[in-house]
T-cell receptor
Framework: AQSVTQLGSHVSVSEGALVLLRCNYS??????LFWYVQYPNQGLQLLLK??????LVKGINGFEAEFKKSETSFHLTKPSAHMSDAAEYFC?????????FGQGTRLTINP | DTGVSQNPRHKITKRGQNVTFRCDPI?????LYWYRQTLGQGPEFLTY????????KSRLLSDRFSAERPKGSFSTLEIQRTEQGDSAMYLC???????????????FGPGTRLLVL
């Protein structure tokens, strides 16, 4: 069965610093992987997704993620954090059409 | 271009009352999903429709919950005899699925936040 683990429920970085949010998955079949962002009291917005092809995926707002099959990972990165990046981030994998989410990582940006 | 919309955005009710939420998907999308998100957790799947057919229901969806998508467009989620444990954010998502389209992306609405007193 597919599942997702996000390491670190809270991550805090300084403005301008590298953002790294970790996601590991388990899947019995080639996975489709997603990162969503959720701002306070709002729904989820798609940041990026991996289905097939290039393992380095670029998304919106300067984020990117790399699919590493050998490590069963799909970590999210951004070279330089901005105050507007403060939000909750969810990694997800598809299982029989539905999404299975990790527990989320709250990203805080320090000025 | 309108996204997924949900109404109401917030609902406060007393325990034992019935509530109904509405979701309007992106117009050409044939799949519609309901998820529940409790505080500090990721969303959890509840049920989904392809057109008007309800194809799967989670074990989270007790007998007090019912969802419909009567004409394959908007959907409603009703909770009868609400309990305090039903307090959560209820999220709707829609997608376009077709033959050979394994890359469907789900687009989420803003959610309905339910508080049961």
């Amino acid at each position: 069965a597919q599942s997702v683990t996000q390491l670190g429920s809270h991550v805090s970085v300084s403005e301008g610093a590298l953002v790294l949010l970790r996601c590991n998955y388990s899947s019995s079949v080639p996975p489709y992987l997603f990162w969503y962002v959720q701002y306070p009291n709002q729904g989820l917005q798609l940041l990026l997704k991996y289905t097939t092809g290039a393992t380095l995926v670029k998304g919106i707002n300067g984020f990117e993620a790399e699919f590493k099959k050998s490590e069963t990972s799909f970590h999210l990165t951004k070279p330089s954090a901005h105050m507007s990046d403060a939000a909750e981030y969810f990694c997800a994998v598809t299982r029989a059409q539905k999404l299975v989410f990790g527990q989320g990582t709250r990203l805080t940006i320090n000025p | 271009d309108t996204g997924v919309s949900q109404n109401p955005r917030h609902k406060i009710t007393k325990r034992g009352q019935n509530v109904t939420f509405r979701c309007d998907p992106i117009s050409e999308h044939n799949r519609l999903y309901w998820y529940r998100q409790t505080l500090g957790q990721g969303p959890e799947f509840l049920t989904y429709f392809q057109n008007e057919a309800q194809l799967e229901k989670s074990r989270l969806l007790s007998d007090r919950f019912s969802a419909e998508r009567p004409k394959g467009s908007f959907s409603t989620l009703e909770i009868q005899r609400t309990e305090q444990g039903d307090s959560a954010m209820y999220l709707c998502a829609s997608s376009l699925a077709g033959t050979g389209n394994l890359e469907e992306t789900q687009y989420f609405g803003p959610g309905t936040r339910l508080l049961v007193l």
